[in-house]
């Protein structure tokens, strides 16, 4: 959230309802649209900065769990 490394973790915490968070999905060989993603984009509260969050925890070497009987 571009806050100063000192903040204290629950400082922190309570800011977060100063930002505006909206979750979105994305069109991507990565993600899957399961549980395993995540995708944030976060507006300070200043309205001039954006972080984009995207993770996945999905294996894609992984065999394909509806394949196994």
Same mark, same amino acid.
């Not at 984009?41 to 969050?53: E, F, G, I």
């Given at each position: 959230?571009? #806050? =100063?490394?000192?903040? *204290?973790?629950?400082?922190?915490? /309570?800011? $977060? %309802?100063?930002? /505006?968070?909206? /979750?979105?999905? %994305?069109?991507?060989?990565?993600?899957?649209?399961? $549980?395993?993603? #995540?995708? #944030?984009?976060?507006?300070? =509260?200043? /309205? $001039?900065?954006?972080?984009?969050? %995207?993770?996945?925890? $999905?294996?894609?070497?992984? =065999?394909?769990?509806?394949?196994? *009987?």
């Amino acid at each position: 959230m571009g #806050l =100063p490394v000192h903040v *204290p973790f629950l400082e922190a915490v /309570r800011r $977060t %309802a100063d930002h /505006r968070w909206v /979750r979105f999905v %994305a069109s991507t060989p990565w993600f899957h649209h399961d $549980t395993a993603d #995540l995708g #944030l984009a976060v507006l300070d =509260p200043s /309205r $001039t900065r954006v972080a984009v969050l %995207a993770a996945t925890d $999905t294996d894609v070497t992984a =065999p394909d769990a509806s394949a196994r *009987p």
